[in-house]
């Protein structure tokens, strides 16, 4: 793997995936307290986790390794949108609330598909 300088915490996907994550929190913190240990939990734990991978990934001293959590936080991205998905069809979840959660997986997970193709190129 190509030496690297920095800090995963320099990674702009990085970056998006923790503002996504805090915007989660908050827009669930209106969310009914009957869904806590439901949707509302389940939401959160892949929120945080799309994060917690590239981290964890950037850790790993095998690119093969770090290409695989990067593949962990696009499952993780994918399983967060179709939550919120599921949140705002059944009404937890405004549709202003879901649209702007949705559009920033999306701007993430065109960042991590970035990443892995340079990684896969490198």
């Given at each position: 793997?190509?030496?690297?300088t920095?800090?995963?915490?320099d990674l702009?996907?990085?970056?998006?995936a923790?503002d996504?994550?805090?915007?989660?929190?908050?827009?669930?913190r209106s969310?009914p307290?009957?869904?806590?240990?439901?949707?509302t939990?389940?939401?959160?734990?892949?929120a945080t986790?799309v994060?917690?991978?590239?981290a964890?990934?950037y850790g790993?001293?095998v690119?093969?390794?770090?290409?695989?959590?990067?593949?962990?936080a696009?499952?993780?991205?994918?399983?967060?949108e179709t939550?919120?998905l599921?949140?705002?069809?059944?009404?937890i979840a405004p549709r202003?609330?879901?649209?702007s959660?949705l559009?920033s997986?999306e701007s993430?997970?065109?960042l991590?598909?970035?990443l892995?193709r340079?990684?896969?190129?490198?």
């Open positions: 793997m190509t030496e690297r920095g800090s995963y915490k702009v996907v990085w970056q998006q923790m996504l994550a805090v915007a989660v929190y908050g827009a669930t969310w307290k009957e869904e806590l240990y439901g949707l939990s389940q939401v959160l734990r892949a986790s994060p917690a991978n590239i964890e990934g790993r001293e690119r093969g390794s770090y290409q695989q959590f990067l593949r962990i696009q499952g993780s991205l994918k399983e967060l939550q919120l599921i949140a705002e069809r059944v009404g202003t609330t879901a649209t959660l559009a997986t993430v997970g065109k991590l598909r970035l892995i340079k990684l896969a190129a490198d």
